[in-house]
């Protein structure tokens, strides 16, 4: 690279072989005579080739385009060493060479990229050598992927958003402790979020982190209640009774708002605006998946309750559940169908099975029915993101159907690496590989944090020493 | 300003009232909701308001178009504080909103620019009264000029080339021993030239000073020379005898370097590159107007040599000079015509009068009339820079024509004040006034160091409390 000649309009891409996250220094030198005038790049990043390839300014997304990482800079001083002051998440660059003089061309000398995490790469257990080699590659990918967003705290993305969203934190966390074990980022995260809510005391969807840590305005109610989650899974990983203590009040809180929102049947109300994540769909409804993340988050919260010795609080959990059980189940329920009903349109969808099997609203045995059918159930609305397929994987091993799991796992994480996935995408659809909820798969990102629960599986369910 | 609301497209440009050179800083706020992107603008600074109201796309002129103050920042946080990392010298800014997000828009809450400049206006010896108010103000513009050029050396432009040149740096110190008597900065930039010469021992053209100072590879005749003159001025403004005696071996040599380029006839040769600069005009004969440098320089050496008792080198002058006189006026002076002839065309231009009239080549009488019959003599090649015309009015001077030197600086550079000079323009041709010898006025430097003598000759000719 040292010796090649960049002239005016010359092009070159640089791949660094692996999805980084960091601040990049290049060294660059004037050849031919002096640097008489300043040198004009224009440093182009991306995570996939997609984005070194296309020309951003065809793109029409409806996320920012100040997303896209594109920088134009102007060095003053050649030969000299710049580092650029932002982060970048890439591992394609790509330089194109707007202008230097009619006196001097360049060459780049050296480029790197100072790569930064708070997750410790020795911190990882090797997994045993009875774990075949794709399910190795798998676990290395999720690790490589939850590495890049682990900053100072669980980004989403490091490309885009790169803010806490606790519906990310909350996979994270289930990996990192079979991983990075680095339980203090998942606490701290807990603390911005219970520190700074929402007006009603919701827990925002996501936190921004400077200037100063404030929360997004977003509320979402599954996400909410992921906070009662969030802090019970921290528990059994750390043990760590004071934080349950102190953060208790808040989890309760949720569980009270989130009842609010019950209507006299005791269901989810339903309507048009965007209450709910669920996944990424546009014609997904959320009442069922609401409905049963509900459930899923009562059930924690007795949990906690319990684990604190709250009688009072547990015998109120415990009425607030079976009425949210028998509601779902008399209300949400197709016995003719045999599928749980969602919106006054009564979808069926793939969100709202798998959660109301998450919420344990059915037994074992409906559930690998319910499961099975589905399969065969064409209208169903499909899945979109990892992080759906994470719980539909999840539901299956709750079914006790291992195997089932792993071949999912193999399949469709397995696919991104054979797609050329250095890191889990936010957003894969074996049918459609270029899908985005977004408007263009330029700005999807290539290295999200919710895609990242292969190594949480592997190393839970699929490494013991039996293989 | 910092109530109106920017929004994605919105374009704004703002006028700082008077021409800076420094680092800028914005406030920025996001505004409507939360930054949930990065912001996107595009900073164009201008010194002129071309720069800011033409498309920096159309540029089609040979230097650089990196010289084009124009920046595209990405900021990730909001509200947040931004400084430019680098200098800019400009009166306009203009900001263009490229990206924000569906969410926010931006408020601008506070723009300002930190100047830097090695002058301090606080050594400026105030006008006397009976100075007239355009006196005032174009030694106020020269002033600003100078100031905003002086830096870590004297800068030719702040803005463009940015670099120490020979020829600036001997009018700039001129004026500087008139106003602001900065004159450790001269010294050192002397030294700097006396350190850093060409293989053959010439000094350079032009030094730049970053990463560490290194001479550049343009030799010029005349800028050669004018290190003797720069430094015979420097001794007779600070009579510092170490300096003197320090650099002298440097001048002589540049003596010898200029004298064996002169032909068997005792005449500059002539060449079809650009060995002497003179002025910016494409079709400048140089020979006859090196010939009048050389013999400036060598009387200026004469003076060095006398000052310093070395009685050998004031006889070897003194025949150099007779020779090179003698030369000029069997060769170059076409009796018939009245005018000195320049190259093989045997062409007549401004510049040759002048410089042999500076050269003291034929005496007063004889240079007025030359002078006179210039001025009727269309076919001259006329002048084209205030560089250019600095000189002529110091012909005036010498020739006794006060009057006439005054008028020429009421109406040259009062011209450019009309036309809406801060301060003093590179090039400035009053019948042609987007002239630039780069093909393209947006790269001119609109604020020059060879264009502020107004305040040399104001306060060293004018400004006499007789007034």
Redesign the interface.
């Known amino acids: 690279m040292s010796e090649q000649v960049l002239r005016k309009g010359d092009e070159i891409t640089l791949d660094f072989g692996q999805h980084l996250v960091g601040y990049v220094t290049l060294s660059l030198l004037n050849v031919r005579?002096?640097a008489?005038?300043?040198?004009?790049l224009k440093l182009t990043f991306g995570e996939m080739p997609c984005e070194v390839g296309e020309d951003f300014a065809t793109y029409e997304g409806?996320?920012?385009?100040?997303?896209l990482q594109d920088?134009?800079v102007?060095v003053?001083?050649l030969?000299?060493t710049i580092t650029l002051?932002?982060r970048y998440a890439f591992r394609y660059l790509k330089l194109e060479i707007?202008?230097?003089?009619?006196r001097y061309d360049l060459q780049l000398k050296e480029v790197f990229c100072t790569t930064v995490t708070s997750a410790s790469m020795d911190a990882i257990t090797p997994l045993p050598a009875s774990v075949d080699e794709e399910l190795v590659q798998l676990d290395q990918v999720s690790i490589h992927t939850l590495r890049d967003c682990m900053q100072t705290v669980f980004e989403d993305g490091p490309k885009r958003?790169r803010?806490l969203w606790i519906g990310d934190l909350r996979l994270q966390a289930l990996v990192n402790y079979e991983t990075f074990g680095c339980n203090d980022l998942v606490k701290r995260c807990l603390y911005l979020f219970a520190g700074s809510r929402l007006e009603g005391g919701q827990v925002g969807a996501c936190l921004?982190e400077?200037?100063e840590p404030?929360v997004?305005?977003i509320y979402l109610y599954d996400y909410s209640l992921f906070f009662i989650t969030t802090l019970w899974d921290y528990y059994e990983a750390t043990k760590d009774r004071d934080t349950l203590e102190v953060l208790w009040p808040v989890a309760k809180e949720q569980v009270d708002i989130a009842l609010k929102r019950l209507d006299k049947r005791g269901i989810v109300q339903d309507d048009e605006t965007w209450y709910c994540f669920l996944d990424w769909h546009e014609q997904l409804n959320k009442q069922a998946g609401a409905q049963a993340v509900l459930i899923y988050g009562l059930k924690k919260a007795l949990c906690i309750a319990r684990e604190m010795g709250l009688s009072e609080q547990v015998e109120q959990l415990q009425t607030q559940i079976r009425r949210a059980e028998e509601a779902a189940l008399q209300f949400l329920w197709d016995e003719e169908q045999g599928f749980f009903m969602s919106g006054e349109q009564r979808q069926v969808s793939w969100a709202s099975q798998v959660w109301m099997i998450l919420a344990e609203v059915v037994d074992v045995e409906v559930a690998r029915a319910l499961l099975q059918r589905l399969k065969g159930y064409y209208e169903a609305i499909p899945m979109n993101t990892p992080y759906m397929m994470h719980h539909y994987v999840e539901a299956l091993l709750q079914c006790g159907q291992q195997q089932e799991a792993l071949d999912q796992i193999r399949t469709y994480w397995g696919g991104m690496i054979k797609d050329g996935a250095d890191t889990f995408w936010e957003l894969y659809n074996p049918e459609d590989k270029t899908y985005s909820p977004y408007g263009s798969n330029l700005i999807n990102s290539y290295c999200h944090a919710w895609s990242c629960t292969p190594s949480y599986f592997i190393r839970r369910y699929f490494a013991g020493e039996e293989g």
Not at 98 to 102: K, V
């Open positions: 005579s002096n008489d005038a300043p040198l004009r409806w996320l920012s385009r100040s997303w920088e134009i102007n003053d001083v030969p000299g002051n932002r707007l202008e230097t003089s009619i958003d803010r921004y400077k200037p404030y997004d305005d």
